[in-house]
């Protein structure tokens, strides 16, 4: 789904836009009836496994 608001209400509810791009909705921010600006979500960057010991330096 996707929400549509203007400038100056996202201004005041970023909290609650948030909120709806983490359930997976977009947001599309509108500037004079125009839109500047979407929301979405992105995807948390993926860690290495740990390595233990001296492994470590046989990555470089």
């Known amino acids: 789904m996707t929400t549509i608001i ?3 209400t996202s ?5 609650d836009l948030l909120d709806l791009v983490r359930g997976g ?3 599309i921010v509108l ?3 125009t839109p500047v600006a979407k ?3 992105v995807e948390p960057p993926q860690q290495k496994p740990r ?4 492994g470590f ?3 470089k």
Do not use: C, M, W, Y
């Open 6 to 8: 203007n400038i100056e």
């Open 51 to 54: 390595r233990h010991g001296l």
């Open 39 to 41: 929301l979405i979500a």
């Open 57 to 59: 330096l046989q990555d």
């Open 25 to 27: 909705n977009d947001v």
């Open 31 to 33: 500037e004079a009836d």
């Open 11 to 15: 201004k005041l509810q970023l909290s």
